[in-house]
């Protein structure tokens, strides 16, 4: 059939597989196995995924369904958060651990591709060349990754089951439930200049960083 129909992503991955790694590509990837090795690293990572899923994320509804609760019976405004959501967002949740392992185990897939955003933001082509990468270069992004992607998927099917609790549509309590496990997991892309209107501290943050 010809190149008819094939998607960006999959005509970025053709060409990747035409073109070998150049020497900036496989210094990027050992700088980068290098940052990742320590294995503080990767307990911090464990931790700080842990406890977003755990307490912050659920805590944050709370807070949020108490002062909703308050503006509607004081002023009368419309309920946007319901104590509900927290048992459901729980549930969800912990049902989605064995997809969650399965999510984790495809990290490893030799197609797999691995997410730093603050390498090569945005750049489709970079992001599909590194399945060229030689596996010694990858395996310990890759289990930085493959972590991200396990607690990724539990959050998401947490916020989604949430959402649906209160009537949000499916398609939007998908999505919003998809961005919603990327930014608590630090996974969203970085914004110095304030594309996505994440707000100028968090911007001066990224541009600093």
Same mark, same amino acid.
């Given at each position: 059939?010809?190149?008819?129909?094939?998607?960006? =992503? +999959?005509?970025?991955?053709?060409?990747?597989?035409?073109?070998?790694?150049?020497?900036? @590509?496989?210094? /990027?990837?050992?700088?980068? %196995?290098?940052?990742?090795?320590?294995? &503080?690293?990767?307990?911090?990572?464990?931790?700080?995924?842990?406890?977003?899923?755990?307490?912050?994320?659920?805590? $944050?509804?709370?807070?949020?369904?108490?002062?909703?609760?308050?503006?509607? $019976?004081?002023?009368?405004?419309?309920?946007?958060?319901?104590?509900? @959501?927290?048992?459901?967002?729980?549930? #969800?949740?912990?049902?989605?651990?064995?997809?969650?392992?399965?999510?984790?185990?495809? =990290?490893?897939?030799?197609? #797999?591709?691995?997410?730093?955003?603050?390498?090569?933001?945005?750049?489709?082509?970079?992001?599909?060349?590194?399945? %060229?990468?030689? +596996?010694?270069?990858? &395996?310990?992004? %890759?289990?930085?990754?493959?972590? /991200? +992607?396990?607690?990724?998927?539990?959050?998401?099917?947490?916020?989604?089951?949430?959402?649906?609790?209160?009537?949000?549509?499916? /398609?939007?309590?998908? %999505?919003? =439930?998809? @961005? $919603?496990?990327?930014?608590?997991?630090?996974?969203?892309?970085? /914004?110095?200049?304030?594309?996505?209107?994440?707000?100028?501290?968090?911007?001066?943050?990224? +541009?600093?960083?």
């Amino acid at each position: 059939m010809g190149s008819y129909g094939i998607g960006p =992503a +999959r005509l970025m991955g053709v060409i990747a597989e035409k073109l070998p790694p150049t020497v900036s @590509e496989l210094f /990027d990837s050992y700088r980068y %196995q290098n940052i990742l090795s320590n294995p &503080l690293t990767h307990l911090r990572n464990l931790w700080g995924n842990t406890f977003q899923f755990v307490f912050a994320k659920p805590l $944050t509804k709370t807070v949020q369904a108490g002062a909703d609760l308050i503006g509607s $019976t004081v002023f009368g405004k419309e309920r946007q958060h319901y104590f509900k @959501e927290i048992p459901e967002y729980y549930k #969800a949740a912990f049902n989605s651990v064995p997809l969650a392992a399965h999510a984790f185990m495809d =990290a490893f897939k030799p197609n #797999a591709t691995i997410n730093h955003p603050d390498f090569h933001s945005g750049d489709m082509l970079r992001t599909v060349r590194q399945q %060229q990468i030689p +596996r010694g270069l990858r &395996l310990v992004p %890759q289990l930085l990754e493959a972590g /991200d +992607r396990f607690f990724s998927t539990i959050i998401e099917n947490g916020e989604y089951a949430a959402l649906r609790s209160k009537g949000v549509a499916d /398609d939007v309590a998908h %999505q919003q =439930a998809k @961005e $919603t496990a990327q930014k608590w997991l630090f996974r969203n892309e970085i /914004d110095p200049t304030n594309k996505t209107g994440q707000g100028y501290v968090l911007s001066g943050y990224d +541009r600093a960083t």
